[in-house]
């Protein structure tokens, strides 16, 4: 199984009057512009997925949808347990539960994403790592039934993927 963990693009800032709830903040013109680089980038080196589970909070939804598009994906799958203080073991759960692809995109926030990395990758969620918006994490796992090992195959900045749509 592969994981492609993505944390949301640019958004509107925390704070901004029009939106107080922080489940409402939509990406910025610059955030969508950037992203559809970044899905067009991880395209030209081969990233294929079968589902996308996205956060519902707006955000991410609207990361996951330009993923959708670039990739040629109908359906986005919403969990609760993307948010950003969810419990990785409660996605883990969900995913064992509910889906059986072989590759999946998982779009949400941090810390929550790296605190699930972090537990996928040496069981606990001290490992210090910075995953910038619109950043990619590409984790390998036999199964995640048995055993909550993964493998980190790598993590790229959106900068080196925006570089990789221009070739």
């Known amino acids: 199984m592969n994981l492609y963990i993505i944390r949301h693009a640019i958004a509107v800032d925390e704070g901004t009057p029009e939106y107080e709830d ?7 013109d610059k955030g969508k512009k950037k ?31 330009i993923l959708a598009e670039v990739f ?31 590759s999946i995109v998982l779009v949400g926030h941090e810390p929550f994403l790296t605190a699930l990395i972090s537990l996928l990758i040496s069981d606990n969620a001290g490992v210090d790592m910075t995953i910038k918006k619109g950043g990619v994490c590409r984790l390998s796992a036999d199964d995640l039934h048995h ?21």
């Open 35 to 65: 992203m559809r680089l970044i899905a067009k980038g991880l395209r030209s080196i081969g990233v294929e997925f079968d589902l996308i589970i996205s956060s519902p909070y707006v955000r991410a939804s609207e990361t996951a949808e």
């Open 22 to 28: 922080d489940s409402q903040r939509p990406l910025t």
């Open 72 to 102: 040629k994906k109908k359906e986005i799958v919403f969990s609760e347990n993307l948010v950003p203080m969810g419990d990785p073991d409660l996605l883990i759960a969900e995913m064992n539960e509910k889906y059986s692809a072989n």
């Open 147 to 167: 055993t909550r090992k993964a493998t980190l195959e790598w993590l790229l900045t959106p900068g080196i993927l925006v570089e990789m749509s221009e070739k």
